[in-house]
């Protein structure tokens, strides 16, 4: 076998309350399991111990309202700093994927941070990704999002990098929160189509999750040409999910895994805690190292369904059809978003921190410059009991800005400053690696 490297961050001292689903026993079972399995004792797989993110690694990617330090536990960034681990084990050529089994989550994080969301506070795998880019020059990034509930917060993060392709497959968000990730959310104008969301009906089953991975998310990777691969890999598609409505067992994750390849696998959701996990995460361990899990089943798998009904077989394909349409079709129907907004794309929009009890409201504008990619505003306005009233206003410059782009944007900044609106301001400077507050 080639040499696999594994993280594992059970974060004993981090849960949002001693009974919630997101807690240290979702990765103390699975050890238990590889330890009885006598995973670790292969020479062929590493493990690793999670190195701790620097603040500055989560500012590269977040804005934390008032700050990123007093929104988070030193958890979040071991955590992140799991999933680092992991991944320069891969880019260094220590071993040829890893798996950072890490707690807590961060799909759910956006790009303005208030509060917890959907258990997450900061992004793990977007503080992963922009630190490969800052220290390794790592550029395309594919990101497969397997989780149950779609992936809003990496998707907000990357909507406007055309060098980050998001597929994420989830539960169909009219059935499920965060009731986002229709087929509609392509991304803004410069990077049309390299966000790619694949709602599933409730009841999907392993035939149908790989009939969406052999005929759109694997060609499409195969087209986009990543650097990396990463993989979001979230567990409660499986059928015994507490927390969901879907119908993948153990093999059907570990087909998945074995198919994708992805280089970095980093742990989101899964809350079957016993019936589950145990078994999905030793399958996705031994399809990434190249070793066989064909004996890896539930014991309760008999009463896992099978099949399809036909309406979600046409479902299905009707849906592979639409995202492999928009995929080929990206650029000119970027070109033509572009030409429909001028010289700013614009959108408001709602943002709920399930945990937090805070309501956002929040309106970005995209420069759409034709020197470079521009810069983003965001204005951010969020109220909840426990928090009161916060606002902010930022700009965001993404690497390679235009000199005419960077003015530009500080002067928003600080007119806005002037005008007293906002309660805090900010600029990101992903080439100068800063977070200004101005």
């Not at 189509?193 to 969406?212: I, K, S």
Request: proline share 6%; hydrophobic share 35%.
């Amino acid at each position: 076998m080639k040499p696999f490297g594994l993280v594992f961050f059970p974060a004993f001292d981090w849960a949002i309350s001693p009974t919630h689903p997101e807690r240290e026993e979702r990765l103390l079972y699975t050890r238990d399991q590889i330890v009885e399995e006598g995973l670790l004792d292969m020479p062929g797989i590493r493990e690793y111990k999670p190195r701790l993110a620097g603040l500055g690694d989560a500012e590269r990617v977040h804005i934390g309202v008032p700050d990123i330090a007093s929104l988070i536990t030193e958890a979040h960034l071991v955590s992140a700093g799991g999933a680092i681990t992991a991944a320069e084990a891969v880019v260094r050529g220590e071993v040829e994927r890893a798996f950072a089994l890490v707690r807590p989550p961060g799909h759910h994080a956006m790009r303005v941070v208030h509060g917890t969301r959907g258990f997450c506070t900061i992004n793990i795998e977007a503080v992963m990704v922009e630190y490969l880019r800052r220290h390794h020059g790592l550029r395309r990034v594919a990101i497969v999002d397997t989780d149950v509930h779609h992936g809003d917060g990496t998707q907000d993060i990357f909507y406007h990098d055309p060098d980050t392709l998001f597929i994420s497959f989830h539960q169909d968000g009219r059935t499920l929160y965060p009731g986002s990730g229709f087929t509609d959310e392509a991304g803004s104008p410069p990077a049309l189509g390299t966000t790619l969301n694949l709602p599933l009906p409730p009841g999907t089953t392993d035939e149908g999750l790989h009939y969406v991975l052999d005929n759109l998310i694997l060609p499409v990777l195969d087209d986009f040409k990543p650097d990396i691969v990463i993989n979001s890999a979230g567990q409660d598609n499986h059928y015994s999910d507490p927390l969901a409505n879907m119908a993948i067992t153990a093999q059907g994750y570990a087909s998945l895994a074995a198919k994708l390849k992805a280089d970095v696998a980093v742990l989101e959701g899964g809350y079957s805690i016993e019936d589950a996990l145990p078994y999905v995460n030793t399958g996705i361990i031994l399809a990434m190292a190249g070793l066989d899990y064909s004996r890896v089943v539930e014991p309760d798998n008999a009463a896992a369904p099978r099949g399809l009904p036909d309406r979600t077989r046409a479902y299905l394909k009707d849906l592979v059809a639409t995202q492999s349409s928009l995929w080929h079709s990206r650029e000119r129907l970027g070109r033509e978003a572009a030409a429909r907004a001028g010289d700013w794309w614009a959108r408001r929009r709602g943002i709920y921190y399930d945990d937090s009890g805070i309501n956002e409201q929040q309106v970005e504008r995209l420069r759409l410059c034709p020197r470079c990619r521009g810069y983003l505003t965001v204005a951010s306005e969020a109220e909840g009991h426990h928090c009161g009233y916060k606002s902010a206003f930022a700009a965001c410059l993404p690497r390679g800005v235009c000199r005419e782009c960077r003015r530009d944007a500080r002067d928003t900044v600080l007119t806005a400053k002037r005008q007293g609106k906002y309660g805090y301001y900010f600029i990101q400077d992903k080439d100068n690696d800063t977070l200004e507050r101005v």
